[in-house]
């Protein structure tokens, strides 16, 4: 349960501050991952002969399809975690309105989230689909357009293994935390640590179908696991 000071007006717009500097930082971190992504399919491979000179578009698309990707993501789980912080009471302060200040954070939370949800998700799809076309043209397994795509994917894949490996991490401790509070020193009361749990189970399952779908994106025999070799490559 929140206490009454989280829901006083100064509070709530630091909260938003707090929210929306994650963002920006999450952003950041994005394009510098898809910069970092572009020098190793491009700069990288610029000795390679290009024939059919693809290969600068398809670096375009799939460096767009990264960014806008990474910015879904903290979108969709900005979503979720502001809905996930509706559990539980909180207390109302006649005197200072804390209540309609909380409703109006959780509002423009949502508004702002699906906004972001809607622009970027539809930046990423075109991105993703039209980079695969691009790269699906190409007859030879080898061609520059395909080591990108098959980059690209590594990338992605990589990126969401360290998330599932830190997010299951926490996810087993909250559990613990949830079981007996005292003994593993559970900040605030259970509804707290439930709380958590749910963000990690979101986090966890939007890394988990990310890194599924971008694995469908290679040759089956260089899958990680063994059950998704058998998954039909995306078109």
């Keep these: 349960m929140l206490p009454t000071s989280l829901l006083s007006n ?3 717009t630091t909260a938003a501050g707090a929210v929306a500097l994650l963002l920006v930082v999450l952003i950041i971190l994005s394009t510098l991952g898809a910069l970092v992504t572009f020098t ?3 700069i990288a491979n610029r000795a390679d002969p290009d024939p059919t000179g693809k290969r600068p578009l398809a670096a375009y698309l799939f460096g767009g399809s990264f960014v806008t990707l990474w910015i879904t993501f903290a979108a969709l789980t900005s979503i979720a975690f502001t809905i996930i912080n509706l559990i539980g009471s909180h207390s109302s302060d006649s005197s200072s309105h804390a209540i309609n200040a909380y409703s109006d954070s959780v509002i423009r ?3 702002l989230g699906v906004i972001v949800t809607a622009i970027a998700g539809y930046a990423y799809l075109i991105h993703r689909q039209r980079g695969i076309e691009l790269a ?3 007859a030879d397994a080898s061609s520059p357009s395909k080591r990108v795509l098959r980059g690209y994917a590594a990338a992605v894949s990589f990126i969401t293994t360290v998330i599932v490996i830190l997010g299951s991490i926490a996810l087993l401790y909250e559990i613990f935390q949830l079981i007996a509070p005292g003994v593993f020193m559970a900040s605030g009361g259970r509804v707290d640590t439930l709380k958590s749990l749910l963000e990690d189970v ?3 399952g939007l890394a988990s179908y990310i890194f599924r779908s971008h694995q469908a994106l290679v040759p089956a025999d260089q899958r990680l696991f063994a059950a998704l070799r058998s998954t039909p490559t995306a078109e």
Aim: aromatic letters at 0%; proline letters at 0%.
């Design 109 to 111: 939370s949502l508004v």
């Design 40 to 42: 190793i399919v491009v």
């Design 10 to 12: 100064s509070t709530v």
């Design 136 to 138: 699906e043209s190409d």
């Design 202 to 204: 979101v986090v966890l």
